[in-house]
C-alpha cells in the first residue's frame, strides 16, 4: 500500500470540510426558514373559526455572516456549471405544516376564497342575489384588493362577480388581501372591510358576517414578518468594460434578438412562450431612467440588470439557470463583465451559493403550499 504524504492528507481533510460546510450551510438555512414559518403561522387563539393563518416573503443575501437578521441586498453572479451546484432540495427534512391545508383545485386556479391569505367574510343571501345588489361594493377604493366571489349553487365553483357574470349568486364572498409588497393591511382596513360587508348583507337580506378586525390586523403582520423571509430577487449586473457606455439602439437590438420586449414598467421583458408570463427582466443599471422605445434611440447606459423575482416565476431554479446563461452570452456580444455591487468580478463560488438560496426558498415556498408563479404567490408577492 502506498504511503500518504501530509499535502495528500491534507487535500482530503480540505474536501470533507468543504462538503461538510455546504450541507451545514444549507442545513442552517432551512432550519432559520423554517423556524420563522411555524412562528409566523401559528394561529392565535383570538382567530375567528374558519379564518386560518397566512405565510409567504426574503431577501437574499451573500454574507460571509449569515446572522438571524435579513438585510435586502441585490446579489450579482456569473454563469456555472450546474454540477458544481449543491442539490438543497435532497437535504431538505421532512418536517409538514399539519396545520397548512393543501390548496384545493379551484384554489390553486386562483377562484376560491383564500382565507389562509385573505380575511373572508361569507354572506348567504335568503334568496338568490344579483351582481348588481352588490351596489358600489365591487369598486370601493382600499390599500389592498378585495374580491367579490360567488357561488350559483352550494359545491359549485366559485367565480369572481363582475360586470360580465350576472349570477344568481347563492353564496356570496368578500376578501381582503392581508399583505403584499406594499406591507401589511394597517390597523383601520379591517374594520373598514367590516362596514363594506355589513353593507352587502343588508343589500343582500344575509345574516352579517362578522370578523375580529384585531386579530385580522395581528395575522396580516404576522403573514407580512413571514414573506419577508421568502421575497427573493436575484440581479446578474453587466457592465461595459473599462468604463464604457452601451448605446440604446444597439441594447434594444441586441435584447429584442435575445426575445426581450419592452413593457409599460420600462424593463425588457423575457415571456414564457406558451403562458405569456414574465420569467426575467432586463433593467437600466440607472434605476432612475427606465427603457422606452423613444429614450433608446438617443440614450446611452453603463451597464444593464437581469433580475429573476423568484416567488413569481414557476420554476425559479430552471427559470435561474435560463437567465444566467443569457446573461452570459450577452455580456460577451456587448463586451462587458458581470460584476457585484461594488463592481468586482462576481465568482463562481457566489453563483452556487446563491443558486442554492433560489432552491432553498422555491422549495420552502412548495412546502407553505405557496406554489411559485402561483395565484398565492402572484398575490402574496405582487
Known amino acids: 500500500m502506498f504511503g500518504m504524504n501530509p499535502l495528500f492528507l491534507g487535500l482530503i481533510a480540505a474536501g470533507i470540510l468543504l462538503v461538510a460546510g455546504v450541507l451545514i450551510y444549507n442545513w442552517l438555512q432551512e432550519r432559520r426558514v423554517r423556524r420563522r414559518m411555524n412562528t409566523a403561522l401559528r394561529k392565535s387563539d383570538g382567530t375567528p373559526p374558519g379564518m386560518t393563518r397566512g405565510r409567504g416573503r426574503i431577501e437574499p443575501m451573500l454574507n460571509a455572516d449569515d446572522s438571524e437578521s435579513s438585510q435586502s441586498v441585490a446579489i450579482e453572479m456569473a454563469p456555472e456549471d450546474d454540477q458544481l451546484l449543491p442539490h438543497v432540495a435532497d437535504e431538505i427534512p421532512d418536517e409538514s405544516l399539519s396545520h397548512v391545508v393543501p390548496a384545493t383545485k379551484a384554489e390553486r386556479l386562483g377562484l376560491a376564497p383564500d382565507p389562509d391569505i ?65 406591507g401589511p393591511v394597517s390597523r383601520a382596513e379591517p374594520d373598514s372591510f367590516q362596514r363594506l360587508v355589513s353593507e352587502v348583507a343588508t343589500a343582500l337580506g344575509a345574516p352579517n358576517a362578522r370578523i375580529d378586525p384585531a386579530a385580522e390586523a395581528d395575522r396580516a403582520e404576522a403573514l407580512d414578518r413571514f414573506c419577508a423571509d421568502l421575497d427573493v430577487q436575484i440581479g446578474l449586473t453587466i457592465l461595459k468594460s473599462e468604463l464604457g457606455q452601451i448605446a440604446g439602439t444597439r441594447l434594444r437590438g441586441v435584447a429584442e434578438a435575445a426575445g426581450f420586449r419592452i413593457n409599460a414598467a420600462g424593463h425588457f421583458e423575457h415571456a414564457q412562450e406558451e403562458t405569456g408570463a414574465a420569467m426575467y427582466t432586463l433593467q437600466n443599471y440607472k434605476q432612475e431612467e427606465p427603457f422606452s422605445v423613444e429614450s433608446l434611440r438617443k440614450m446611452t447606459t453603463p451597464g444593464v440588470v437581469f433580475v429573476l423575482d423568484v416567488p413569481r416565476v414557476s420554476d425559479p431554479v430552471r427559470v435561474f439557470d435560463q437567465m444566467r446563461m443569457a446573461a452570459k452570452r450577452m455580456t460577451k456580444t456587448l463586451e462587458g463583465v458581470l460584476v457585484d455591487d461594488n463592481r468586482r468580478p462576481i465568482t463562481d463560488t457566489s453563483l452556487a451559493a446563491i443558486r442554492a438560496q433560489v432552491q432553498v426558498t422555491a422549495t420552502a415556498l412548495r412546502e407553505a403550499h405557496i406554489d411559485p408563479g402561483g395565484p398565492r404567490a402572484l398575490r402574496l408577492f405582487g
Open 118 to 182: 385573505e380575511c373572508v367574510a361569507l354572506l348567504q343571501p335568503a334568496q338568490a342575489a344579483s351582481t348588481a345588489a352588490l351596489g358600489s361594493a365591487r369598486s370601493a377604493d382600499g390599500a389592498k384588493p378585495v374580491r367579490w366571489l360567488g357561488r350559483r349553487a352550494a359545491g359549485t365553483t366559485w367565480q369572481v362577480i363582475d360586470a360580465t357574470t350576472q349570477g344568481p349568486w347563492y353564496e356570496v364572498a368578500g376578501c381582503l388581501l392581508l399583505a403584499n409588497r406594499g
